[in-house]
């Protein structure tokens, strides 16, 4: 008995041993591969891959599993690519001038049906000889504006149905397959993403996107009979075989409702968050079940991760560990044993080595204005993270334990830190949320759409790039003396990436999925509206915005021109906290003028000491007007946005409440400007009496960083994921205070310079073309090579636009990746000048 106990305990050691010798090498092959983000989260994607297009949004897979679709719906050229799933090659690879997240194979797998986007009709493509060929149209209605834009497709081959459901008109269309006419047109109430038929084709299953429900069609009865409540933004949904369980993907709840179909019910709902109530931030978008279905995947895009769950009894699923994926994983299917992943936003942010091209500048316009076949610059940050497919063989259960440490790893958000942030003893920015802060009015300045360089690239304490400074000191005096006589921030990124994801991630430190999915289609040019900043419900954050949760907390607020236009509010918490005098979004009122707004109401209520605790203020005439003719030029927008800052601040430090105030300035993202470390690297000020003095502070912070540092001033928990894993700017301030006042500098530009009416250049004339009567109506490449050739000038080309993954790095703590990372730039930017000196 002894003999054999000893035998048993000595084979489990062994495999014990081995187990943990496959877990550890698995560990360091992902490890090998790990990349920094400019969000300050990694990537370490399992498996091999392949290359896709630009935001890939859905996976159809062909009915014998011989082929995978994959449609690409980005703000670049939009394609639709076949794969062959077992020799994971791609097919055929077909441009499509507009489209979106519809895909639908034919049950005999002779054609494939796509989704024309805004164009608002729907793609007929034969299958020939492992080609995809246009063959016929299915139209729904006219062209954009008018607003349709099919979204989920569904298909039943046998009664010549096919079921589309739309997101701009919110409606359910029946079309005839035989005669392509609309046989039937229901409203959903809200947006819809996906719709799935029961394997009887009795009933349709929609996911009402903006109405966090489940509708339910009965294709013989032809109306909605039921629906059914689930989480928040569903989207994605997934039907077993059987159809006796629907799993519904719930973005902005981080989670996955399991349905019953015969109950009509929620049998359970699954977390898919890396910890127990995390805040918004994972959006589970994608499903996929394992052949036996017993285990179900689930695409967490924010996460970078698939969750996987063992799903075998239902109503007693659990937790079974994480897959690290690309960034951004928008959709998955399972055949075999393999697990293919579209990872929205691929492995990293790539340099582009042939840089912005003026010639194409004319290309970029006609595309803007809708011509459709003019190409895109491929340069612009809003294409430029190219799509991939991760393909993973079905992990083991010890693959699986080392799958699960590399996302955990890779995460910086954790559910201690939540409360708790790090910090040190004493400083003004509290550790903890609910701790007392010297710091009692908060005012945060938000900005348009410059890189670091532009601005701070002649700045010698910094990590710089001279050369690529647009508007340095003599345009900028007050920005320069801010970091000069505060803190110089040279390694602060935007979390957004333009102006109509930028402003949600400025206010609430995350972008919804449907932000992220949809205002690719407008900045491409192919229809749609701006989604931000409360302009639409369903892009708005489940809990809100920084002002609900200053609301809930009890710290006043009032927001001047941000969320405010036209004197009114654009979601309701800011009804009745907002200035009605203040201008909010109008390129021809001075920022200058926006500061005498702001301080005639500002010295109104420090009189009564009723200054608000948060105030949000827009200053966005850096944006500028390019060469539009009759207008300021950019010399003189920037100039009077530097200027108006400067007053700000002289303003600020000479009144009584100085003492106990800071100011945040911030780019409500990077446009795509050149910066020689990377595009989303954007100018950030801080200034205060509690604010370090002559400090240059080189932490890696984001958008979210600066907003925790105000949430724990302020006594306010984290809204998502990304401001509870950043790191707050405690480093820039000081327990001391410094009471001295910030005087402003006049400006050495005539502010009342304007772009001459005979200009005749070529950038003159796209100048005029485009529209500015809102945040980026124009592509942010043409308007950055149109601001470089306003400064530079017409004949100088602008240079190329670096974005980094940062650098490749092993399981080091945090302060040594951050030195290793900041070596390879002192490297790169010292052969940089060698080269120069050389030439």
């Not at 809200?190 to 429900?213: F, H, M, Q, R």
């Amino acid at each position: 008995m002894k003999k054999l106990l000893l035998i048993v305990l000595s084979s489990t050691l062994v495999l014990s041993v081995t187990a943990q010798k496959k877990t550890s090498s698995v560990g360091d092959n992902l490890s090998k591969t790990r990349v920094r983000l400019p969000n300050g989260w990694h990537l370490s994607p399992a498996g091999r891959s392949i290359a896709l297009g630009d935001l890939p949004l859905n996976i159809a897979v062909s009915s014998s599993k011989k082929f995978l679709a994959v449609t690409n719906n980005g703000q670049s050229v939009q394609s639709i690519q076949l794969i062959d799933p077992k020799t994971e090659k791609i097919l055929s690879n077909v441009i499509i001038p507009k489209s979106w997240y519809g895909l639908k194979f034919s049950a005999d797998e002779k054609f494939l049906y796509a989704s024309g986007g805004n164009d608002n009709w729907i793609f007929q493509y034969a299958i020939t000889n492992n080609r995809l060929v246009l063959k016929d149209s299915i139209i729904l209605g006219k062209k954009w504006p008018e607003k349709i834009s099919p979204a989920g497709i569904e298909i039943d081959d046998a009664a010549k149905r096919m079921y589309v459901v739309t997101k701009e008109n919110n409606a359910l269309y029946v079309i005839n397959l035989a005669d392509k006419s609309i046989v039937q047109q229901l409203p959903l109430g809200n947006e819809g993403y996906a719709c799935v038929l029961s394997p009887d084709k009795t009933e349709l299953y929609i996911s009402v996107w903006g109405g966090d429900k489940v509708r339910v069609y009965n294709t013989r009865e032809q109306k909605f009979t039921e629906e059914i409540s689930v989480g928040d933004n569903p989207n994605e949904l997934l039907l077993n075989k059987s159809g006796s369980l629907l799993f519904v993907a719930n973005a902005n709840d981080n989670s996955v409702s399991v349905i019953d179909v015969k109950k009509r019910k929620v049998l359970e709902v699954l977390n898919a968050a890396l910890f127990p109530n995390a805040p918004e931030g994972s959006s589970s978008n994608g499903l996929a079940l394992s052949t036996n279905e017993k285990s179900l995947y689930v695409a967490n895009a924010n996460n970078n991760c698939l969750a996987v769950f063992d799903v075998s009894v239902p109503g007693r699923s659990k937790s079974k560990g994480f897959i690290p994926v690309g960034w951004y994983p928008t959709n998955l299917k399972v055949i075999g044993t393999k697990i293919f992943v579209s990872n929205g936003k691929g492995f990293s942010s790539y340099p582009n080595a042939n840089g912005p091209n003026p010639l194409k500048a004319t290309q970029l316009v006609l595309r803007h204005m809708g011509d459709t076949s003019a190409m895109v610059n491929p340069g612009y940050i809003g294409g430029l993270m190219k799509g991939t497919m991760s393909i993973i063989d079905e992990p083991s259960d010890i693959t699986l334990a080392a799958y699960s440490k590399a996302v955990y790893t890779n995460t910086p958000y954790t559910k201690d830190g939540e409360l708790t942030s790090t910090g040190e003893k004493g400083n003004p920015v509290p550790m903890k949320v609910g701790d007392k802060s010297p710091i009692k009015h908060v005012f945060y300045i938000i900005k348009e759409n410059r890189t670091y360089d532009q601005v701070l690239g002649d700045i010698a304490e910094g990590n710089g790039d001279k050369s690529l400074t647009l508007f340095g000191e003599r345009i900028t005096p007050n920005q320069h003396k801010l970091v000069k006589e505060f803190v110089l921030l040279d390694n602060f990124y935007a979390d957004g990436e333009v102006s109509a994801d930028g402003h949600n991630w400025s206010t609430s430190a995350h972008a919804t999925d449907f932000l992220e999915k949809n205002w690719v289609t407008s900045y491409g040019g192919r229809g749609g509206t701006y989604p931000g900043e409360g302009k639409r419900e369903i892009a708005n954050p489940k809990n809100g915005f920084i002002w609900d949760y200053c609301k809930r907390a009890g710290v006043s607020y009032r927001t001047y021109g941000e969320f405010a236009d036209d004197g009114k509010a654009n979601i309701p918490v800011l009804v009745n906290h907002l200035s009605p005098t203040y201008t909010g979004w109008d390129l021809n009122v001075r920022d200058t003028t926006r500061f005498y707004q702001w301080q005639r109401e500002f010295d109104s209520l420090v009189k009564v000491n009723a200054v608000p605790q948060f105030n949000s203020l827009r200053f966005g005439n850096d944006h500028t007007q390019g060469l539009k003719r009759g207008v300021a030029t950019p010399y003189a927008q920037v100039a009077d946005n530097d200027l108006a800052v400067g007053m700000f601040i002289e303003h600020l430090s000479n009144s009584p409440i100085w003492k106990e105030s800071v100011v945040f300035i911030v780019e409500d993202d990077a446009q795509n400007g050149p910066d020689h470390v990377d595009a989303h690297r954007t100018t950030a000020y801080v200034a205060g009496p509690h604010v370090k003095r002559g400090f240059v502070d080189h932490s890696m912070y984001s958008t979210s960083s600066m907003l925790r540092t105000m949430e724990l001033i302020l006594g306010l928990p984290p809204m998502s994921q990304y401001d509870a894993a950043a790191t707050p700017m405690f480093k820039s301030f000081t327990a001391t205070p410094n009471l001295a006042p910030f005087k402003a500098l006049p400006s050495d530009i005539n502010l009342n310079d304007k772009n001459l009416a005979n200009n005749n250049s070529n950038t003159a004339k796209l100048s005029d073309k485009i529209d500015l009567s809102k945040e980026d109506l124009v592509p942010d490449m043409l308007f950055s090579q149109i601001i470089w050739k306003a400064v530079r000038g017409e004949d100088s080309e602008m240079p190329a636009p670096r974005r980094s993954a940062f650098v490749k790095v092993a399981e080091n703590d945090d302060e040594e990746e951050e030195e290793e990372r900041m070596e390879l730039i002192r490297e790169r930017k010292t052969k940089s000048k060698t080269k120069k000196k050389a030439e």
